[in-house]
């Protein structure tokens, strides 16, 4: 009888330490993305980034001594796994070229606009990695890549100010910019 009880105790305890350990936690996982009809495909990393542009002074963006521009800060758009091959398919292509969509600056109409937050008088340059400059709704230049690649398309941007005419706003901003990818 007393191995009984001594039985039925530890068959207790150990059933409540399974019980204790069956659930220390949950939770749940979204995987999103797309599949695209291109040649390449893009790291995922490289589809939603922030660029941080820093705190740049009101001084040196409306200096008239230097270019009244912010350090250029390089980003990149990484893409994986390209396959070239022959027919008339996207998939074809060995060539790739971005256009920037975004608001248009009333200082500069190539530039992109400081749209969000109560900073003003300046805007957003892009530039191409070989230092030419990005207009914002125009394709850049067409960038080769092989089989197999993986392509980084680097860019830099930076801010500018108005060459002195405009008055600079100091202030927090946000500039929204989508890109799209076109294969040849």
Excluded: R, W
């Excluded at 980034?49 to 990149?76: C, K, R």
């Excluded at 022959?86 to 969509?101: D, H, I, L, N």
């Amino acid at each position: 009888m007393q191995l009984n009880k001594i039985m039925m105790a530890a068959v207790l305890s150990l059933s409540a330490v399974s019980v204790a350990h069956a659930n220390q936690g949950q939770g749940d996982i979204l995987f999103t993305g797309s599949i695209v009809d291109a040649p390449c495909s893009i790291a995922a990393d490289s589809i939603d980034q922030t660029v941080s542009l820093g705190a740049i002074s009101n001084a040196a963006l409306s200096a008239n001594t230097n270019t009244g521009e912010s350090t250029p800060m390089p980003f990149t758009i990484q893409l994986e796994n390209c396959i070239v091959t022959t027919g008339t398919t996207p998939a074809s292509a060995s060539k790739v070229q971005v256009t920037f969509q975004g608001a248009s600056s009333a200082y500069d109409a190539d530039s992109l606009a400081l749209v969000g937050g109560n900073a003003a008088g300046a805007y957003i340059l892009l530039k191409q990695a070989d230092g030419k400059k990005v207009k914002v709704g125009t394709a850049t230049t067409l960038q080769q890549f092989t089989d197999g690649a993986s392509p980084a398309l680097t860019f830099t941007a930076s801010l500018k100010g108005n060459g002195g005419t405009a008055v600079i706003t100091p202030g927090s901003f946000s500039v929204p910019v989508q890109f799209q990818l076109a294969y040849q």
